[in-house]
């Protein structure tokens, strides 16, 4: 018989805690793995070599379920088949992440006007109160907003 490894060599040997890979287990990203007599799960090299594989991909930030599919897969399905789908999800997932980064440089910006504004008098904001979070007139829209986050002007100021 092949050279088998507990959870815990599995976990030092991929950097993946145990709680996760049961996890993986439970969801079927990682198929269930054989048990010795007493209930304690064997893991031979495919399963370490599979749980790096699904570490970097979420490193990399690719869904779940996609590394579902993916690694379902990998049952009786020659790996360069795979290759495909894989670039397709890192494509993906870099236009997420492009467009993410676009909509955090659109908020550093409208951050960097609120700060440069010129601070209005002391009896004016005690007039009018705190304006400087106010809908900017000529965009017509909050002067901070970006992935659904709104800052309001609270009238303190």
Known sequence: MAHTLTIGQVAKATGVAAKTIRYYEEIGVLPTPSRTGSGYRQYDESG???????RRARSLGLPLQELKTLTTMLNGVPRRA???RLLELVRGQLSAVKQQ???LQLLQR?????LQRPVAPASERRA??????EIDPARGRPAVAG???MVAATGEG
């Open 147 to 149: 992935r659904g986050l």
């Open 128 to 133: 009018r109160g705190c304006r400087c979070l």
């Open 82 to 84: 795979l290759r495909p």
């Open 48 to 54: 370490v070599q599979r749980l790096r594989f699904i």
């Open 110 to 114: 409208e951050l960097e006007r609120v």
């Open 101 to 103: 980064i676009a909509e």
